[in-house]
């Protein structure tokens, strides 16, 4: 079978690249012959446009803003750079750029069936406020099949509630991430959709390993931080810095500082590939983080980790994840010491939970593919 497939594939961002890749590796692996269209929207070709976010900046009279945009440039111009090599090895994206939906729905006929997912492609401060990522240039429901698609928010605006739910009604399948997003479809259409798991999780452990380079001999045990608001870190590190005794700070974050570059036992890891990614997070011996993915691969690796939380509705992403894990106990609070954060996780447990919602999952895609199930 003829697949298109539809998510955030061009972004500069770790979890995104690396689902796409997940949900490509595993359809390819059941036979079916797998594209990504090429489709980038304004919005989604400035998302990491620096220049676009200086000039926006200094319309609004943000000139630190800017500046700090300004600072960024080259590095982002390097992690695009290998953000661009990755999928170009990896992926297989279609020859030709659509930027709008009625650009897209000339190529509908090409394919057997479209599935969009995964990542917040449903966020309408994501993707442009743009149903096209709903699927909404193609007519027949049954070729259409949502894959664990995030809103990343618990609510739709009011001014696009019935644009979603006339999409969200025409699309054959449905499969949500998280608990907020199946109940956003049942508010909207009345249907009654299941939670899946990310497409990271679909190919399994041996896979990833596949693409990790090995680790350098010379590397010093470290610490890893993803974290992309300012403080979280600090606040961490006020009562469990002592667990940074003997190891170095591998530290990914939009706020990264001046000082980070050069202050001793920090490796600032901004411009990284998606595969070194991968590495740092398989061999760590923490993980500090508040991204989903980024959690999703220390379960993947059975890796001990650290969870920020964001606030304003934002966390159910990361919530649900631990919850599905029982692993909600490694969410930070004040006061947490070296000994919690490096408190042992009974992996037996955790990866018995999440192989059974891996096989439920499968077997949602698999049947959805094949036109078996209840519509």
Not at 12 to 37: I, R
Not at 272 to 300: G, K, Q, W, Y
Request: proline fraction near 4%.
């Amino acid at each position: 079978m003829k697949l298109a497939l539809l998510t955030f594939h061009d972004a500069a961002n770790y979890g995104a690249v690396l689902q796409a890749y997940a949900l490509q590796a595993f359809l390819e692996g059941q036979g079916h012959e797998c594209e990504y269209l090429d489709y980038r929207n304004e919005h989604r070709r400035n998302q990491y446009d620096m220049l676009h976010h200086i000039a926006a900046s200094l319309r609004k009279g943000r000139l630190s803003e800017a500046v700090k945009y300004a600072f960024g440039m080259p590095f982002m111009g390097i992690r695009k750079r290998r953000f661009a090599e990755f999928r170009a090895a990896c992926l297989h994206v279609g020859g030709h750029e659509w930027r709008t939906s009625a650009e897209v729905r000339s190529v509908a006929g090409d394919y057997d069936k479209f599935v969009v997912g995964s990542d917040q492609v449903w966020c309408p401060g994501n993707n442009g406020r743009d149903t096209a990522f709903l699927l909404d240039f193609v007519e027949e429901s049954g070729r259409k099949i949502a894959y664990a698609s995030s809103f990343g928010t618990d609510q739709v605006p009011d001014d696009m509630k019935q644009a979603y739910a006339r999409c969200l009604a025409g699309i054959g399948r449905i499969g949500v991430r998280e608990r907020a997003g199946c109940r956003l479809v049942k508010e909207l259409t009345g249907r009654e959709v299941p939670m899946v798991v990310d497409p990271v999780f679909l190919p399994g452990r041996d896979a990833w390993e596949r693409l990790i380079p090995p680790r350098p001999a010379s590397e010093r045990p470290f610490v890893f931080s993803y974290t992309n608001q300012g403080g979280q870190l600090e606040r961490f590190l006020k009562t469990s810095g002592k667990l940074m005794a003997g190891r170095t700070l591998h530290k990914l974050a939009r706020q990264t500082r001046m000082g980070d570059f050069f202050r001793r036992g920090i490796h600032v890891k901004y411009t990284m590939s998606p595969t070194e990614f991968l590495r740092n997070v398989r061999d760590a011996d923490l993980v500090l983080t508040a991204s989903f993915h980024c959690l999703a691969f220390s379960l993947i690796f059975n890796k001990p980790f650290v969870c920020f939380l964001a606030g304003k509705g934002k966390d159910e992403r990361l919530l649900g994840l631990l919850r599905q894990t029982g692993l909600e106990n490694r969410v930070f609070h004040d006061g947490m010491t070296a000994e919690e954060a490096l408190a042992p996780v009974a992996w037996d447990d955790v990866n018995r939970r999440l192989g059974e919602q891996i096989r439920a999952s499968k077997e949602f895609l698999l049947d959805a593919l094949s036109g078996e199930g209840e519509p």
